[in-house]
């Protein structure tokens, strides 16, 4: 018997030709921010930021997933003192503290907390089965609250969103039964208000300004809801085909802000149309389909909760990002991956593919 699985490398590396090719349409997308004139400074670092990133997923891939499941719980403790140095001595930008400054770079922990919360909630499933009684379901709750909380007060309401979809995912497939999660769901329903409460104001007037959106005030239109309408505007105009590259007015005359960022997707849809934004959604779909299968077929439990919280991550940022772009969900500021620009989302998102793809090499019982 081998210490790899050929099949589970080719699927592993089918995943990163995916991940290459949305990659890809967002670096040609940050070109058509930059006016399609030249190669503008954020293309060039997105693209080494790419290069980086391609080289950790064969670096994680060839370390053994369940040698760093060892770990889990130190890098678990790491992130969160980063998440905490970040409150005390973070960089602040547009009402906001999420960035450490290492020389001439900047890195956002609460990126890689979202790596290190999949870890060690993959570590604690796989060892227990406690889990799934209702007296101890608690305890996976408070591993993903406490980053959480600690994201919440930089403020960043997107980011610290991700962890709550990521945790019902993999403990759905860690076998907890419907009853205890509709319990759940209404212990969480009853503390919204103290989660309001926590919220900044500018998250508040968000959230008002989403559901009034039929019928807005005169200052939501003017500040608030500005950016959604754009980016409709930006989506409608678009059309089958779209108006060409680097030919969007919401794009190139900067009515749409942020669209390097939080709003990629309006701009693809305004330049690239229907037929552009189903070509982004079928490589998403191609890409979650893998990690499905390579979820599937992982020899050992460990191995599928680290893929499942791995694509649970990618698919709500998908359905968030091109949600709330779209008017279907409050503005939160959610990076749609692969396409946004910052390295800190770029090189995250090809660690848990390398991860993805470690599971998919290795089987059952073997260890490097």
């Not at 227990?128 to 994201?151: A, D, K, N, Q």
């Not at 039929?214 to 309408?229: S, W």
């Not at 059309?239 to 007015?249: A, M, S």
Request: with cysteine; charged share 15%.
């Amino acid at each position: 018997m081998k210490a790899f699985d050929r099949r589970g490398r080719f699927l592993g590396l089918l995943c990163l030709l995916t991940a290459v090719c949305i990659t890809v349409i967002g670096l040609v997308f940050l070109w058509s921010i930059g006016g399609a004139y030249g190669m503008p400074d954020h293309v060039k670092k997105q693209a080494i930021w790419s290069l980086v990133g391609i080289v950790l997923f064969f670096v994680v891939r060839a370390i053994d997933y369940r040698a760093v499941l060892k770990v889990a719980d130190v890098i678990y403790v790491v992130v969160l003192g980063l998440l905490v140095l970040v409150l005390v001595a973070g960089r602040s930008a547009g009402g906001a503290r999420r960035w450490l400054a290492l020389g001439p770079v900047s890195v956002q922990p609460s990126e890689f907390a979202k790596l290190a919360v999949v870890l060690i909630l993959a570590k604690y499933l796989s060892l227990t089965e406690s889990f799934r009684r209702l007296r101890w379901i608690w305890v996976p709750f408070v591993i993903g609250l406490i980053p959480m909380m600690l994201i919440l007060r930089q403020p960043d309401l997107g980011t610290a969103s991700v962890l709550l979809p990521v945790l019902g995912a993999m403990l759905y497939v860690g076998g907890v039964r419907a009853r205890t999660f509709l319990l759940v769901a209404l212990l969480f329903a009853a503390a919204l208000p103290l989660l309001w409460r926590y919220m900044a104001s500018y998250q508040k007037e968000r959230v008002i300004a989403f559901l009034s959106q039929d019928a807005p005030t005169d200052r939501q239109k003017e500040t608030i809801l500005y950016q959604l309408m754009q980016s409709k505007i930006a989506i409608g105009s678009g059309g089958l085909l779209g108006k060409g590259l680097g030919k969007g007015t919401q794009n190139t005359l900067g009515f749409l802000p942020n669209r390097e960022t939080d709003f990629p997707f309006p701009v693809i849809c305004e330049e690239w149309g229907f037929a552009g934004a189903l070509v982004l959604f079928g490589l998403y779909f191609v890409l979650l389909l893998l990690c499905t299968v390579i979820a599937g077929r992982s020899p050992e439990p460990q191995g599928a909760y680290v893929v499942v919280g791995i694509m649970a991550t990618l698919a709500t940022h998908i359905i968030v990002n091109t949600g709330m772009t779209s008017g279907q969900l409050p503005v939160v500021g959610i990076t749609l991956p692969f396409v946004s620009y910052g390295g800190s989302s770029l090189l995250v998102n090809f660690v848990g593919l390398g991860l993805v793809a470690s599971v998919a090499s290795r089987r059952a019982g073997w260890r490097r």
